[in-house]
């Protein structure tokens, strides 16, 4: 079949890359293996029989706490292309027999077809998105598949502007990139950088492109060192855009004390511990949309470090939580002790949740004095959850709203509130059994006015009335 009206673009990977050997892939900590980014060798990606140059990133399939900061590690593979029109993808997986195979999001109703030997899969695409596929019904080697429209003109800066940085394709040891007001960063496609983005007290700040940052070459931060792939303190009008960011070597993403901000199109997989993925503290007008995140750690988090937080949406993005929440405000919500704080306008849409394996998908922990309010999740499709796993057991609530009193993240001595929170169309396909929670602090810190409608979980519609209090 040809697919004439199609129009592809791939990137090259840099060749100095590291090939990944079989060893490469078994999971061991970082002081054992060898946790760096590579190349793979046994994970083939085609489109409209075009190879594809596929990494192996890091991952992490345990579902507990690790107390020396050095979980278990694997790797899985990941790949990246443009395209517009209809395109046929081949993957084909040297390492084991294929007998089942599921393409996410499962909205998009594509079946992959499996080779006669087992090996390989075929699909169509016709919509730029990011694809996931899992095999043999394990998470295990699922391979994550990154599209975008072509760039056009406007998206790519002029390299001889002094306001922009452009970084072409290959492989790149930048320990640090600090941006001032106005600069623009331009990763292109190919380009893989072993460093970190970061910015202070600057304004009007645009990081964009196709390309990687990448954290493998930073020793995990073990709680004392922690070297973000994209942080931004104290900077308003920031706009981030289609950057993928891998293996970094604790959170991922941070915007902390900034207003309007447009994070759209990151693609992010950690696996360290403490990797959260996408994390606002005290921000204002922030809009979150078409990204996808797979951490170890809360995906998408909002608390209180300084001032307040509000106006914030989390739009069409997806997320596979290895360890912890996937959407999270909390548990530090005034971590600066400010009089009379609160978070407020807060939106998850259309979020598609592949994995969630270990506590709430939904949840809002008021840990300090905070009142929360005006909080809406709505239209959010939960593929596959086990939550309860591993340490997890501790909270095996699927959604989980709670004024509590915290000894590892509470910072101030009175409690809040949460109020005004609506929770609708929310549909959970497979995975556990499991309840939901809503607690209030005691008679004068409460819970009140929360809206539950067309919440549906494995076939069984969730009424108030169903929530452990």
């Not at 295990?140 to 001889?160: C, L, Y």
């Not at 073990?222 to 973000?228: D, E, V």
């Not at 009008?237 to 207003?259: E, F, H, M, P, R």
């Not at 998850?348 to 998908?361: C, E, G, Q, R, S």
Request: proline content about 4%; some cysteine.
């Amino acid at each position: 079949m040809k697919y004439t009206n199609s129009r592809v673009v791939v990137y090259e990977g840099p060749k100095s890359l590291k090939d990944a050997r079989p060893e490469d892939l078994i999971p061991a900590n970082e002081e054992r293996g060898d946790c760096s980014l590579m190349h793979s060798t046994s994970a083939h990606v085609s489109v409209n029989g075009q190879d594809l140059y596929v990494y192996e990133t890091m991952v992490n399939y345990s579902r507990s706490w690790n107390n020396a900061y050095l979980p278990p590690l694997g790797k899985t593979p990941m790949t990246y292309f443009d395209f517009e029109g209809k395109v046929r993808l081949s993957v084909t997986m040297d390492e084991f027999d294929i007998e089942k195979v599921t393409l996410s999001p499962l909205s998009y109703g594509i079946e992959p077809r499996i080779s006669e030997d087992g090996h390989s899969v075929e699909f169509e695409l016709d919509h730029p998105d990011n694809y996931t596929l899992t095999f043999n019904d394990s998470p295990e080697r699922a391979v994550h598949i990154f599209t975008n429209s072509p760039e056009d003109g406007a998206d790519i800066p002029d390299p001889d502007d002094p306001s922009v940085i452009y970084i072409g394709p290959g492989e790149w040891d930048i320990e640090c990139i600090m941006l001032k007001k106005g600069q623009t960063l331009y990763l292109a496609g190919g380009a893989v950088v072993h460093g970190i983005v970061n910015a202070n007290f600057e304004n009007d700040i645009r990081v964009c492109g196709r390309g990687i940052i990448d954290g493998s070459s930073f020793e995990g931060w073990k709680g004392n060192s922690a070297r973000i792939p994209l942080k931004f303190d104290h900077c308003d009008d920031l706009t981030i855009k289609d950057v993928i960011v891998l293996g970094s070597n604790a959170w991922c993403l941070q915007g902390y004390d900034n207003q309007r901000g447009l994070i759209d199109g990151v693609r992010i997989i950690s696996a360290r511990p403490n990797s959260d993925g996408i994390t606002l503290q005290s921000v204002q007008d922030y809009t979150v949309r078409n990204a996808f995140v797979r951490s170890w750690d809360d995906s998408l988090v909002v608390k209180n470090y300084d001032r307040n937080s509000e106006n914030i949406s989390f739009e069409n993005t997806q997320i596979w939580t290895d360890l912890a929440q996937s959407m999270e405000i909390g548990y530090e919500t005034n971590k600066g002790k400010k009089a009379d704080a609160y978070i407020r306008n807060i939106t998850f849409k259309d979020i598609t949740v592949l994995n969630n394996y270990h506590k709430p998908a939904i949840s809002i922990h008021n840990a300090d004095d905070a009142d929360i309010s005006d909080i809406v999740f709505d239209n959010i499709t939960i593929e596959h959850e086990e939550i309860g796993s591993g340490d997890g057991s501790q909270m095996p609530y699927l959604i989980d709203l709670w004024v509590c009193q915290s000894g590892n993240w509470s910072t101030t001595i009175d409690r809040g509130n949460i109020h005004d929170v609506v929770i609708r169309n929310v549909k959970v396909l497979s995975g556990n059994d499991v309840k939901c929670r809503l607690k209030g602090y005691d008679e004068e810190h409460t819970i009140t006015g929360v809206e539950i409608e067309n919440v549906n979980i494995l076939g069984k519609d969730l009424t108030i009335s169903d929530f452990v209090r």
